[in-house]
């Protein structure tokens, strides 16, 4: 009754019964045109049919139920049906979190996807797949070490599916797992053929980076060899040796003079205190005639003039060959002095003599070089000055500490030393350039003007010593005119 008052309602609602004049579809147009714009409106179920749907679904429901109860084993414990029951409250969370992850997981896939496309197009990195390919190459290669990986691998994929089905099924946690491997494995592959790709373009026109390192600094071939160090270090060597002995023989002979000699073999030394002693007896003279007066002044200014005469009549050049041995020059000196009373002995200077006659009848002398024979040379005669230096520096003191004495035999003594004195430099330095002179004539000519150069040097050193020998001779007026009065 109630669906008859409704469809009689739902008629009258939608006027299916009105005429084509009373309706308003021709101020759009002709109706056979608009066929299609009617729209079809479903009738709603009452409650009678909602109520028999109802009961329809429960039955439904019960029969999966019975059907799930009974494909369950017999040995299923109350605890796995309740689980099911605790993990079916949970489904509807799980369903979610699934969709979650898939739409993640595609998101992640394409980003990635797009990644390696736009990389590959800018470098040309191989794809993921082209990789696994090649690897499964390699592992076909090494089949012991492919196996024992798979099963590794294997292994740990069981223990992580089974830790993960564990700890969190109701979430799917293996999903978030699998989804980290992907991105990582996928990352690290991007990465690898970056780097492969990188190393190749690197190495184009420049096989093993070679000028890249040399333009670095960093080739081993561009740094320093062990082998040329040592060669350097002992060219260094070499030429600072070289260098050290070119300066000792500039120093030597620099050294190579008669003032410098002279000083080395304490003839200066002497020199000097005998010139010490003649000042002072010069003093002690003029204190002695500023304390006199009259006539005993005028004697005593004459005797210091007669001793003065005395000195300065004397010549004390004296000519040798150097021809006469030691003991004949040991004679000829203590002749001299013999009348002064002094007991001076030459002992050191006939030996000089000696050894100086002995080196050049020698061989040494006749293999020496030019060089060696002049520095042999000015080194006798230097030593030779300073040892007649040191016996008239010992001569003046023995005459001003002397009780009496005798003016005219000690003037007379001195005279004739300094002309002996004289005579042996001379002769010394004769013998010594006859032997320089043969051996500048042995050379060539451009070293023969050397050679030459050198005797003449010789002779102008000889000329020096004998004018010290002369200035000693000077010093010994005050102490010998002390010794008169």
């Known amino acids: 009754m109630a669906s008859k008052q409704d ?3 739902a008629e009258e609602t939608n006027d299916w019964n009105q005429s084509d004049d009373d309706d308003n579809w021709d101020d759009w147009g002709d109706g056979d045109d608009d066929d299609g714009k ?12 909602a109520k ?38 949970w489904g509807l969370w ?24 736009g990389l590959n197009q800018i470098i040309g990195v191989p794809d993921p ?27 740990e994929t069981r223990a992580a599916r089974q830790e993960n089905a564990s700890a969190g099924a109701a979430f799917n946690l293996g999903m978030v ?7 990582l494995n996928t990352g690290l592959d ?143 000196l203590s002749a001299t002095i013999a009348d002064a009373e002094l007991g001076i002995k030459f002992d050191d200077v006939t030996s000089h003599w000696s050894k100086s006659l002995s080196w050049l009848d020698s061989e040494e002398a006749t293999a020496a070089d030019l060089e060696q024979a002049y520095a042999r040379s000015i080194n006798a005669l230097s030593e030779a000055c300073a040892l007649e230096m040191c016996k008239l520096h010992k001569i003046a003191e023995l005459m001003l500490v002397k009780p009496h004495h005798s003016t005219a035999n000690e003037v007379d003594g001195i005279v004739h030393l300094c002309k002996q004195f004289n005579g042996h430099l001379q002769g010394l330095t004769q013998r010594h350039a006859a032997l320089l002179s043969s051996k500048s004539n042995e050379q060539d000519a451009d070293h023969r003007e050397e050679g030459k150069a050198r005797v003449n040097t010789y002779f102008a050193e000889m000329l020096t010593a004998v004018k010290y020998i002369e200035q000693a001779y000077n010093l010994f007026t005050p102490i010998l005119q002390m010794g008169a009065v």
């Open 7 to 9: 469809k009689q309602t």
């Open 38 to 49: 009617f729209v079809h409106v479903e009738k709603q179920p009452d409650e009678n049919s």
């Open 52 to 89: 028999a749907i109802k009961e329809k679904a429960k039955v439904v429901i019960a029969d999966d139920v019975a059907r799930d109860e009974a494909a369950v084993p017999p040995n299923t414990s109350a605890s796995s049906t309740s689980n099911s029951s605790a993990s079916s409250g």
């Open 94 to 117: 799980g369903g979610k979190l699934s969709s979650v992850l898939s739409t993640a997981s595609e998101g992640l896939g394409n980003i990635t996807t797009h990644v390696n496309q």
């Open 129 to 155: 797949e082209e990789l696994a390919r090649l690897n499964a190459a390699e592992a076909a290669a090494n089949p012991a070490t492919a196996s024992t990986t798979a099963d590794e691998e294997e292994e």
């Open 177 to 183: 797992t699998t989804l980290g491997s992907k991105v």
């Open 190 to 332: 991007t990465l690898e053929g970056i780097g492969k790709k990188t190393m190749t373009i690197l190495q184009d026109n420049d096989p093993k980076l070679m000028n890249k390192r040399k333009l670095l600094g960093l080739d081993a071939s561009s740094g320093p060899n062990l082998s040329a160090i040592l060669l350097e270090a002992k060219k260094d060597a070499d030429q600072m040796e070289q260098t050290m002995q070119q300066l000792q023989l500039e120093k030597q002979k620099a050294q190579l003079r008669f003032d410098v000699l002279f000083e080395n073999y304490c003839g200066l030394v002497h020199y000097e205190a005998l010139e010490i002693l003649s000042k002072e007896s010069r003093l002690k003279l003029d204190t002695l005639l500023d304390a006199v007066s009259g006539r005993a002044l005028s004697e005593l200014q004459e005797t210091i003039g007669e001793v003065r005469e005395l000195l300065e009549l004397e010549d004390l050049e004296c000519d040798s060959e150097g021809d006469y041995t030691p003991a004949e020059l040991n004679e000829r």
